[in-house]
């Protein structure tokens, strides 16, 4: 049986995907911070959002993704993530950018991630086959590359910080090109969202097909991402997340891009976080 460790690495390492052109390099990743104690009315407070968020997945999801969630479910999941703070999931807001890079732009991009990369911090709250709910840390200017959720529905909020967020979805019916030995080599995607997450702001929803269902991240502050992802990533299933690049084809305009499967990047660096939270009671 694989350690709680293990699950926690291959699980991320299976989230992440690079880009065929450089979508930026990793900086440093700061450590989620949690709070060690609490209030008790706090703590009694926080656990209730958080109960109330697994009992509302729970009654909800299924393991195969079907029905998909109804509009008034999707509206009520996110109102509720909305009101869910920090404390809330048992973390510390992150202020501090002692331990950041200088900055997506910086002049010695290469050498600064070789001497200052942290890991990418994941942390999770639960998991089942139908979803996980899971919490992803980032210090200024940390880029996740883009990454794909086949045949999942997954609802973002924004805990603390600024996050850029850039996705695509892919044109349906598929649209394929192929190399020189005739087969398949990248799929067409629709430009979907170019946008700035700041806390507090809403949660944010993407798609089967829709909402920028493949999407990458860079932290323009040190922030963090409480997610759910439904159903589960399951190789079996055919929900398993492949590397994607991006880049726009000759000819083309910014509204499309080809992308390519390619292996996870090698500087993609990240440890498991422990969750401190309050507990779900199952």
């Not at 880029?143 to 695509?168: C, E, N, Q, R």
């Not at 170019?194 to 040190?222: E, I, M, Q, R, W």
């Not at 509204?255 to 292996?263: G, M």
């Amino acid at each position: 049986m694989l350690s709680k460790f293990q699950i926690a690495v291959d699980k991320a390492r299976m989230l992440f995907l690079g880009a065929r052109k450089t979508q930026g390099s990793l900086s440093p990743f700061t450590q989620c911070s949690f709070s060690s104690s609490a209030n008790m009315v706090e703590h009694q407070s926080s656990s209730s959002k958080v109960q109330a968020l697994y009992e509302l997945c729970k009654s909800t999801f299924s393991s195969s993704g079907l029905p998909p969630p109804s509009s008034a479910v999707v509206q009520k999941i996110c109102s509720l993530l909305d009101s869910i703070s920090p404390a809330d999931v048992g973390m510390k807001e992150e202020t501090s950018d002692d331990d950041r890079g200088h900055g997506i732009f910086g002049l010695q991009r290469l050498s600064r991630v070789a001497k200052w990369s942290q890991p990418i911090t994941y942390t999770d709250v639960y998991e089942c086959d139908s979803f996980t709910i899971c919490i992803f840390c980032f210090p200024t200017s940390s880029v996740i590359p883009l990454h794909d959720h086949p045949g999942m529905t997954v609802f973002s909020k924004v805990l603390y910080g600024s996050l850029h967020v850039k996705a695509y979805d892919w044109v349906e019916p598929a649209v394929l090109s192929k190399n020189k030995d005739g087969f398949p080599s990248e799929r067409l995607a629709k430009f979907a969202v170019d946008k700035v997450l700041t806390a507090p702001c809403g949660t944010s929803v993407l798609y089967p097909n829709a909402g920028g269902n493949l999407h990458c991240f860079t932290a323009l502050t040190p922030c963090a991402v409480l997610d759910i992802l439904t159903p589960t990533y399951n190789e079996q299933a055919g929900r398993k997340s492949a590397a994607s690049g991006a880049e726009v084809k000759d000819g083309g305009t910014d509204e499309y891009a080809w992308l390519s499967e390619i292996e996870t990047p090698e500087d993609l660096y990240m440890r498991p976080g422990q969750y401190t939270g309050p507990a779900i009671r199952e």
